[in-house]
């Protein structure tokens, strides 16, 4: 079967502050189940991407595999890609990071891809601080092979076929604020308000943010019984607040009750702001993030929205004091410095 995309857009279609359209920012037609979630994650990337004004060859894409991972086919299509072999995402983004610490980095990842094999890649990128935006689109299912329960679907939760879930559930939010990640939000797939922002967040914040998205399965595991359903998510969510992102060349105006909100300045400039639902929400109390996603949990809630951050941290290339230049644009003088280079190297190590 083959897929024609159509090619025509409006003559008048808006643009950007750089002169794209948002259709600059589309990939090719998706292959993915019809009411797929991560289809509209790939949606929300497209929307936080154009209205941030991109330019899209500044972006790096990087997957795994699985569903999850085929979806960087379907954004940014004039960016750079590369879709890797099974949970190995992170050691490939974190070899091109270093490589090039000038482009921006998106991982796509499964709750398969992260929380089974790639595992021990997952916890090695988020201690070691990686700049990137890190994306778990979370159906509690194994897509590719036919819906089997994966390492995020929760006890006693049923399957398409009637099996219930004996294993504890992995909570990768709750993961990612114990390793150290300074950036940590979860999301629906079905709720676009919220998702975007938090990309747009998440992309503007220097060091590793990590983003969990809920992003229910169609075809395996949108059934009832089953915790990572579109109807389950949807009565069960409840939200730590409205985002709001405000990028540095905009005016930021207050349009909140004095006490009920918190505002996060980021290194560029731009802001983050937490309208908070709970006045006693502390954004950047890593214990109480971690308090808050364990308790909802316990009772059967799903607590999405920015759940901790921190903007005072040090990346990667800091704590390296990597090379401001892409290894591709270095001289062979640069690359190659001598025997007498070599010989002092060698020195420091007696």
């Known amino acids: 079967m083959s897929y024609i995309k159509p090619s025509f857009r409006h003559p008048e279609a808006p643009t950007n502050n750089i002169g794209y359209t948002e259709a600059d920012y589309e990939g090719a037609l998706s292959t993915l189940c019809a009411g797929c979630g991560h289809d509209s994650i790939s949606s929300a990337i497209i929307q936080a991407c154009f209205e941030m004004s991109i330019e899209p060859h500044t972006v790096a894409k990087i997957s795994g595999i699985g569903c999850s991972s085929k979806t960087p086919t379907y954004f940014l299509g004039n960016s750079h890609g590369f879709n890797s072999v099974h949970g190995r995402m992170p050691s490939v983004a974190t070899g091109a990071n270093l490589a090039n610490r000038h482009l921006t980095y998106i991982g796509v990842s499964g709750d398969g891809d992260t929380a089974s094999i790639g595992m021990g890649q997952f916890s090695h990128v988020v201690r070691r601080n990686l700049n990137m935006l890190y994306i778990v689109e979370n159906n509690g299912c194994y897509g590719?092979?036919?819906?089997?329960?994966?390492?995020?679907?929760?006890?006693?939760?049923?399957?398409?076929?009637?099996?219930?879930?004996?294993?504890?559930?992995?909570?990768?939010?709750?993961?990612?604020?114990?390793?150290?990640a300074d950036f940590v939000a979860r999301s629906f797939s079905g709720d676009k308000a919220q998702l975007v922002p938090l990309?747009?967040?998440?992309?503007?914040?220097?060091?590793?943010?990590?983003?969990?998205?809920?992003?229910?399965?169609?075809?395996?595991?949108?059934?009832?019984?089953?915790?990572?359903?579109?109807?389950?998510?949807?009565?069960?969510?409840?939200?730590?607040?409205?985002?709001?992102?405000?990028?540095?060349?905009?005016?930021?105006?207050?349009?909140?009750?004095?006490?009920?909100?918190?505002?996060?300045?980021?290194?560029?400039?731009?802001?983050?702001?937490?309208?908070?639902?709970?006045?006693?929400?502390?954004?950047?109390?890593?214990?109480?993030?971690?308090?808050?996603?364990?308790?909802?949990?316990?009772?059967?809630?799903?607590?999405?929205?920015?759940?901790?951050?921190?903007?005072?941290?040090?990346?990667?290339?800091?704590?390296?004091?990597?090379s401001e230049c892409a290894l591709n644009k270095m001289t062979e003088a640069e690359l190659c410095p001598g025997n007498q280079a070599l010989q002092k190297i060698n020195d420091s190590l007696r």
């Open 144 to 180: 590719l092979t036919k819906g089997q329960d994966s390492a995020t679907a929760d006890v006693g939760s049923h399957s398409k076929k009637g099996a219930v879930n004996q294993y504890q559930s992995i909570d990768l939010c709750a993961l990612a604020i114990q390793l150290g």
């Open 199 to 322: 990309i747009k967040a998440a992309m503007s914040h220097q060091g590793f943010a990590f983003i969990d998205v809920l992003s229910p399965c169609v075809t395996f595991n949108n059934n009832v019984g089953s915790t990572k359903s579109y109807e389950f998510v949807r009565e069960h969510i409840q939200a730590t607040g409205t985002v709001d992102f405000v990028p540095m060349q905009e005016e930021i105006t207050v349009s909140y009750e004095e006490g009920a909100s918190q505002e996060v300045c980021l290194h560029d400039g731009s802001v983050v702001r937490l309208r908070k639902n709970g006045k006693d929400y502390n954004l950047r109390d890593r214990a109480a993030a971690l308090a808050a996603a364990t308790d909802h949990a316990h009772s059967g809630e799903i607590l999405t929205g920015l759940l901790y951050m921190d903007p005072d941290t040090e990346d990667l290339h800091t704590l390296l004091d990597t």
